[in-house]
T-cell receptor
Framework: DSGVTQTPKHLITATGQRVTLRCSPR?????VYWYQQSLDQGLQFLIQ???????AKGNILERFSAQQFPDLHSELNLSSLELGDSALYFC???????????FGPGTRLTVL | QKEVEQDPGPLSVPEGAIVSLNCTYS??????FMWYRQYSRKGPELLMY????GNKEDGRFTAQVDKSSKYISLFIRDSQPSDSATYLC??????????????FGTGTQLKVEL
């Protein structure tokens, strides 16, 4: 158990809908990262927050957004969902911005 | 060309064998090198972390980095059926603005057979 928690574990929704994924980092970690894992693309970095501020952006679609709250938990919002958004979404956390990252168990999103 | 290349396997070995997993990379800015283990549909689990060329050993695992050749390896000694998983190499470089991201290989699927 890495200490990173993610909810929900599974999410099934329809195209065009909007969902919110939640992540709580390990105790003491200030950085939160979001990754998407699909069969054809592997693990892809989406976005990083450090102590509430956006620090790095990867291949994140405009339909996706994230934020980190004062209690350091983070939410990833996915809107106007498409079939291709079906994937595993992982959250990771680290103490500082250049530290090793510890991953949560992931949220499996299925878009029908 | 991908920044990180990793042979996807699958790799099948008998129990007790020495396993060698490898990645090559093209981005000279990568400073930190990691190996993660991922069981089916679970979160990646950090196995090894290193930031310099050379070897680092932890139990049955040895990580090797050769920055001059842009090549990293993970060796697993006395492999066990419980080592059956997908192994992902990952690399990071500090970004402008102080951010950080991991760039992953595609993963090598390993099966250790009795």
């Amino acid at each position: 158990d890495s200490g990173v928690t993610q909810t929900p574990k599974h999410l099934i929704t329809a195209t065009g809908q909007r969902v919110t994924l939640r992540c709580s980092p390990r105790s003491g970690d200030l950085s939160v990262y979001w990754y998407q894992q699909s069969l054809d693309q592997g693990l892809q970095f989406l976005i990083q927050y450090y102590n509430g501020e956006e620090r790095a952006k990867g291949n994140i679609l405009e339909r996706f957004s994230a934020q980190q709250f004062p209690d350091l938990h983070s939410e990833l919002n996915l809107s106007s969902l498409e079939l291709g958004d079906s994937a595993l979404y992982f959250c990771a956390s680290s103490v500082w911005t250049a530290d090793t990252q510890y991953f949560g168990p992931g949220t499996r999103l299925t878009v029908l | 060309q991908k920044e990180v290349e990793q042979d996807p396997g699958p790799l099948s070995v008998p129990e007790g064998a020495i396993v060698s997993l490898n990645c090559t990379y093209s981005n000279s800015a990568f400073q930190y090198f990691m190996w993660y283990r991922q069981y089916s549909r679970k979160g990646p689990e950090l196995l090894m972390y290193t930031y310099s060329s050379g070897n680092k050993e932890d139990g049955r695992f040895t990580a090797q980095v050769d920055k001059s050749s842009k090549y990293i390896s993970l060796f697993i000694r006395d492999s066990q059926p419980s080592d059956s998983a997908t192994y992902l190499c990952a690399m990071s470089a500090r970004l402008t603005g102080g951010g950080n991201k991991l760039t992953f290989g595609t993963g090598t699927q390993l099966k250790v057979e009795l």
